[in-house]
C-alpha cells in the first residue's frame, strides 16, 4: 500500500479559495499520475482534475475548468489543487488519487477512478452561499 495523504479542505464562502494539497510517497514507486476526484451527498464519486507523471498536461471537467488549477511542487512531491471561485455545488469530499508509471516512453494521465491504484482519505470541502 503506498500512503496518499490530502490535506487542506475547509469550509469557505462562496466565491472563495482554497487550496488541497496531496503527498504520495516516492518510497516504492519514483513517479506518478496524479488526479482529484470529488463526491458530494448522495451523488457518486466523479473526476475533477488529473495532471500527468510529468507535470506537463492537465485536464479538468467542465464544471471547474477555468476556476481550479492542478499543479505539482516536485522538490517537495506535493500535488495541489488550487480551487477559485467556488461554487455551493463544489461542497463535497475531495480525493487525491495516484497511479504509479509503469510507461516512461509517454507523458500521460487518467481520467478515470479505476485507473488509479491508491486513495487518500478525502477532505472535506464545504462552500456557502
Known amino acids: 500500500q503506498v500512503p496518499v495523504i490530502e490535506s487542506g479542505g475547509g469550509l469557505v464562502q462562496a466565491g472563495g479559495s482554497l487550496r488541497l494539497s496531496c503527498i504520495v510517497s516516492?518510497?516504492?514507486?519514483?513517479?506518478?499520475?496524479m488526479g482529484w476526484f470529488r463526491q458530494a451527498p448522495g451523488k457518486e464519486r466523479e473526476f475533477v482534475a488529473a495532471?500527468?507523471?510529468?507535470?506537463?498536461?492537465?485536464h479538468y471537467r467542465e464544471s471547474v475548468r477555468g476556476r481550479f488549477n492542478i499543479f505539482e511542487d516536485s522538490p517537495n512531491l506535493t500535488v495541489y489543487l488550487q480551487m477559485n471561485n467556488l461554487k455551493p455545488e463544489d461542497t463535497a469530499i475531495y480525493y487525491c488519487?495516484?497511479?504509479?508509471?509503469?510507461?516512461?516512453?509517454?507523458?500521460?494521465?487518467?481520467?478515470?477512478?479505476?485507473?488509479?491504484?491508491?486513495w487518500g482519505q478525502g477532505t472535506q470541502v464545504t462552500v456557502s452561499s
Open positions: 488519487a495516484a497511479d504509479p508509471v509503469t510507461d516512461y516512453s509517454r507523458d500521460y494521465y487518467y481520467t478515470g477512478q479505476s485507473d488509479y491504484d491508491y
Open positions: 516516492r518510497r516504492t514507486f519514483p513517479s506518478y499520475a
Open positions: 495532471i500527468s507523471w510529468r507535470g506537463d498536461r492537465s
